[in-house]
Nanobody, 126 residues
Framework: QVQLVESGGGLVQPGGSLKLSCVYS????????MIWVRQAPEKELEWIAG????????GYSDSVKGRFTISRDNAKNTVYLRMNRLRPEDSAVYYC???????????????????RGQGTQVTVSS
């Protein structure tokens, strides 16, 4: 059974930092491209970052490029999202997910999500 479990969310002041983690299981010994998406209240799900199965390539949305960094440790079956210089508009529920294709993981285009976690809340407020 596939499981993705996010952690690390919380309340942070504008300009602050957080690091999210996502532990995945149920994929056997294989590793797949992974992404982070987020959803703010009354807004659509937004792709923000993706990484290839080996971690060699990354992609970011314009809204987070230069502030967020995605990484992974395949030995720990974990994907991370380091978030710096957080803004109030970054407040959302953050999910890690496995997309169908590597291209969509890196660009967010034609995104089809195969598996997604339950999410972790990030609130940026003073």
């Amino acid at each position: 059974q596939v499981q993705l479990v996010e952690s690390g969310g919380g309340l942070v002041q504008p300009g602050g930092s957080l690091k999210l983690s996502c532990v995945y299981s149920g994929f056997g010994r294989s590793h797949f491209p992974m992404i982070w998406v987020r959803q703010a209240p009354e807004k659509e799900l937004e792709w923000i970052a993706g990484i290839t199965n080996g971690g060699a390539s990354e992609g970011y949305s314009d809204s987070v490029k230069g502030r967020f960094t995605i990484s992974r440790d395949n030995a720990k079956n974990t994907v991370y999202l380091r978030m710096n210089r957080l803004r109030p508009e970054d407040s959302a529920v953050y999910y890690c997910a496995r997309p169908r294709t590597t291209d969509s993981a890196l660009t967010g285009q034609k995104l089809e999500i195969l598996h997604r976690g339950q999410g972790t809340q990030v609130t940026v407020s003073s």
